[in-house]
């Protein structure tokens, strides 16, 4: 019977229930989406057999966390850790496929230890495992395909079995196919297939070759601690010996479905849920806002049931049930808003270099979740108005003849406080997308001491297989060949090739030390390694502040010589040129000396959102130390229209060898903060919708006030008062209610900044221009909510409004 009344009386206001519905769905509809998007990335497990047993072993500090490990870090836990009755090393590499008559392109594939089987416990859908010959050195050259290149490649072809790709010029043969099941993105990021893992010469040597990670399964009786009591003594051994780059280190497992979203996605994702229940809240304060105003319409009809028996709880209950109605019915409609939007989130999220990894459903965890919001809601924007209005005197309702009742003071209070908590809220969500807008429009205009407005890149990797690219000397002389090739370009005003850009971060950090300090002191500090060619400082606008740049012509048998930042030469020598001075970077355990001959300007990441790790930078001649894997570098006028013609240029000078990608500074920077700027954007959608709901709100309160008090208006007139004069009446309470909700929004947006800013300092400051034109928005709208009321109370008719009182 309650559901019936309650049904009957919505009907009876269509424009109040289309309303409310509406609102309700937005609301809920936003809610559902966050949580589905947090459900799939940090809830739902990984689809192998018992992954709640899967971990992976991760390192932190108070400074950092860390899931990839060197070859001698490797070793050193593998030789403490028993926890795990299975255990594999993985490792993301890019490989060169190359076939007779077309240009070499690159795709990705992961190199797995013995244990990768027994540990992901999914055989191939056709062919067979690696055998323990194959991961021998140099025997090796077998592949498992993944299902979806086994469909793109070879079109699903079932004799694909014993067929060969060229992979860095290397034969390699297939020997299975991995089911469509195994192909989860989130975890191998589109990998087209699987190979033994071989450890290189420069893998085994480098302690800061940081490449490695490691999966395992523990038994179900097992707990994850045992592995972090495990490797205790190895963490405090690493930091005895290396105190700067493993100070405060400690390991443990972390479940796998935990693993694969780094601290900062996940931490962005818990906070764009949080705010999407600003949404909500100023949902509710519409809703309750609107019950309010229809239970004074409706005040006689309730002191009709009242004076005809009905208790108060009876009608408390009867109110409820149309507002529980009303949000399960708007929880129903937010469910297929939640489908949309996680289209849109599915096809724009980015794991692993692209997008599609994340999928996102509304499975029964999240459906129920809904359900519990959408009656949680109801409640919430029910009990209110529902407790107020059975408080209604009935003696004094019923002697409303002409109209529908008039609200008491109670009333106008908490829909006013109702109002003012729109505001509060809507100025948070504001303030914070303003905040995180500003913060990434203004990331690359920042001085980086480098010229991030006209450079292109591309990785560009050396295979291990080329055996004329074996040695340093090999590599040297084929960049320096490469490098005066792209020079050759038209529109190239500089070319040059290093080991890492300050795009995104520098290599692994090394210890300097200078004459006469010991390797083992602790305060030792860490510079970041950049192997350039000479040309690099040209083309990348680094200024040299003293000494000289090294040679063009320089050689592997030259006396070793670097170039220091100014930081690091302040840090050594405060009151001394570091021009002339000796320094050495610890590499594998041995110290590399050279000569300072110059020092250059310091320069700063471009799309890092965090501060690095360390300010200092040293420079060493990239044919000294020729590394397998560089970036090229070319400067223009027209950075990105050179994309094509750089793929080209390499291809023609060695059809073996392909760029992994290219990219100017900016294109690189998107992608870097791509899901960062999706949630910028988020927030920014969270802001307009909690805006446009909060003047929705303002506007009903003020018409609200308007129609209440018509007759003192017409008094006011007849008086003598003019229209100007209740116009700014009116304006004056709406900007009374804003600007109390401005005051607590300004706090909130405190709060928010200071959680923004602790999430991604060099993105987030404390903006006050942000914050007061945010401000000034919210009183924009807010006066032109106002207005149309306000409007309408000028054009009182005093005879009318005298004659209704």
Not at 48 to 69: C, G, H, K, M, W
Not at 539 to 555: F, N, S, W
Not at 785 to 791: E, G, K, M, T, V
Request: net charge positive; hydrophobic share 45%; with cysteine.
């Amino acid at each position: 019977m309650p559901v019936r009344l309650a049904l009957r009386a919505l009907l009876k206001s269509p424009g109040y229930t289309t309303i409310a519905l509406l609102t309700l769905a937005l609301g809920i509809g936003v809610n559902t989406s966050m949580f589905s998007l947090v459900d799939a990335l940090l809830f739902r497990s990984t689809p192998f057999p018992d992954s709640a047993q899967l971990y992976e072993v991760v390192a932190s500090s108070p400074t950092f966390e860390a899931r990839r490990y060197s070859y001698l870090e490797l070793r050193e836990i593998r030789e403490q850790l028993t926890a795990f009755p299975a255990l594999t090393t993985l490792v993301h590499s890019q490989y060169t496929v190359s076939e007779p008559g077309q240009p070499a392109e690159r795709i990705g594939g992961i190199m797995v230890s013995e244990d990768f089987f027994a540990t992901f416990r999914v055989p191939p859908l056709i062919g067979r495992v690696f055998s323990p010959e194959e991961h021998q050195p140099g025997r090796n050259d077998v592949i498992l395909l993944s299902y979806a290149f086994w469909q793109t490649r070879f079109g699903g072809a079932t004799d694909v079995i014993g067929r060969t790709l060229r992979l860095d010029g290397r034969t390699t043969t297939i020997i299975g196919v991995m089911p469509p099941a195994f192909d989860y993105r989130m975890l191998w990021g589109g990998a087209a297939f699987w190979r033994p893992l071989n450890f290189t010469r420069d893998q085994i040597e480098w302690r800061d070759y940081r490449v490695f990670s490691l999966i395992g399964r523990l038994p179900a009786t097992s707990p994850a601690s045992r592995v972090a009591a495990e490797l205790a003594p190895v963490g405090a051994t690493q930091e005895k010996l290396f105190p700067e780059s493993y100070s405060g280190i400690r390991y443990h497992a972390v479940p796998l479905h935990e693993a694969l979203m780094d601290t900062l996605g996940r931490r962005v994702s818990l906070l764009l849920l949080g705010l999407s229940a600003f949404v909500l809240l100023i949902a509710c304060a519409n809703l309750a806002n609107l019950q309010l105003a229809r239970a004074t319409a409706n005040v006689r009809d309730l002191a009709i049931r009242a004076a005809l028996g009905a208790s108060r709880r009876r009608l408390i209950y009867q109110q409820l049930v149309e507002s529980v109605l009303l949000s399960l019915a708007g929880g129903a409609l937010g469910v297929g808003l939640a489908l949309v939007l996680n289209r849109v989130i599915e096809t724009n999220f980015v794991i692993s270099g692209s997008t599609g990894a994340v999928h996102i459903r509304l499975d029964p965890r999240v459906l129920a979740a809904t359900l519990l919001v959408s009656l949680l809601t109801g409640l919430l924007f029910g009990i209110v108005p529902a407790w107020l209005a059975s408080r209604t005197d009935v003696n004094t309702a019923l002697k409303q003849q002409t109209r529908g009742g008039t609200a008491g003071r109670g009333h106008h209070r908490i829909r006013q406080t109702l109002v003012v908590a729109e505001v509060a809220l809507a100025l948070v969500l504001l303030s914070g997308a303003a905040i995180l807008q500003r913060g990434f429009a203004d990331l690359l205009d920042r001085h980086t001491g480098w010229d991030t407005d006209h450079i292109i890149t591309a990785a560009l990797p050396i295979p291990e297989t080329r055996t004329e690219y074996e040695t340093e000397a090999k590599r040297a002389e084929l960049f320096r060949r490469l490098e005066e090739r792209l020079a050759r370009i038209p529109g190239v005003e500089q070319a040059a090739i290093a080991t890492s850009l300050p795009v995104f971060t520098y290599n692994g950090d090394r210890r300097v030390f200078i004459d006469g300090q010991s390797q083992m002191d602790p305060n030792l500090p860490a510079a970041f390694h950049v192997m350039a060619s000479a040309n690099y400082f040209a083309t990348m606008g680094i200024p040299l502040v003293e000494g000289q740049l090294y040679a063009p012509d320089i050689k592997v048998t030259d006396p070793r010589v670097i170039l220091v930042n100014e930081a690091l030469a302040r840090r050594l020598w405060p009151n001394d040129t570091a021009v002339g001075k000796r320094l050495a970077s610890m590499d594998s355990g041995k110290p590399y000396w050279a000569e300072i001959i110059g020092v250059v300007r310091d320069v700063d990441t471009a799309a890092s959102t965090r501060d690095p790790s360390t300010p200092y930078q040293v420079y060493k001649p990239l044919a000294q130390e020729a590394w397998g894997y560089v970036h090229l570098v070319l400067r223009s006028r027209t950075p990105e229209a050179l994309g094509e013609t750089l793929r080209r240029a390499v291809s023609d000078f060695d059809p073996d060898l392909a760029v992994a990608y290219t990219g100017t500074v900016q294109q690189l920077v998107d992608s870097q903060q791509h899901n960062l700027r999706l949630a910028g954007k988020t927030l920014t959608a969270f802001a307009v919708l909690g805006l446009a709901l909060a003047a929705v709100g303002l506007y009903g309160v003020i018409a609200h006030v308007v129609a209440q008090r018509t007759g003192e208006f017409g008094i006011r007139l007849a008086l003598g008062a003019q229209p100007h004069d209740v116009l700014r009446l009116v304006l004056a309470q709406a900007l009374r209610l804003t600007g109390v909700g401005l005051v607590l929004g300004i706090v909130g947006a405190f709060a928010l900044s200071r959680v923004l800013s602790g999430l991604m300092p060099r993105v987030v400051s404390l903006d006050l221009v942000a914050l007061l034109g945010v401000a000034a928005v919210l009183l924009v709208v807010a006066i032109i909510a106002s207005w149309i009321p306000a409007r309408r109370a000028t054009k009182v008719d005093p005879l009318i409004a005298l004659r209704a009182e």
